[in-house]
């Protein structure tokens, strides 16, 4: 089993920046890619951004630009900094990794709100 740990949410004004942390315990060696994902009220839980253990990357559109996620293997930990954040940002955000055979893990959410 893989565990996941997320960090770093909270507060920030319009045009401010967070830096979210995934943190794996467990079976990492399963681990292939690890991404965010975010659900804000009334909708559906979306992708935000993905690397593979080979560091293939991908964003969704809205963030691209503006957000940037890395992964720190020795660290067993992906990250993702989000910068010129807007009120559209806030959400809950999950991390997720993709295992062997099919298998998902998530992180528990962590709150992002941008406001003034």
């Known amino acids: 089993q893989v565990q996941l740990v997320e960090s770093g949410g909270g507060l920030v004004q319009p045009g401010g920046s967070l830096r979210l942390s995934c943190a794996a315990s467990g079976s990492i060696f399963s681990i292939n890619a690890m991404g965010w994902y975010r659900q804000a009220p009334g909708k559906e839980r979306e992708l935000v951004a993905a690397?593979?253990?080979?560091?293939?990357?991908n964003y969704i559109d809205s963030v691209k630009g503006r957000f940037t996620i890395s992964r720190a293997n020795a660290k067993n930990t992906v990250y993702l900094q989000m910068n010129s954040l807007k009120p559209e940002d806030t959400a809950v955000y999950y991390c997720?990794?993709?295992?062997?055979?099919?298998?998902?893990?998530w992180g528990q959410g962590t709150q992002v709100t941008v406001s003034s």
């Open positions: 690397i593979t253990s080979g560091g293939v990357i």
């Open positions: 997720r990794a993709d295992l062997l055979l099919g298998r998902v893990a």
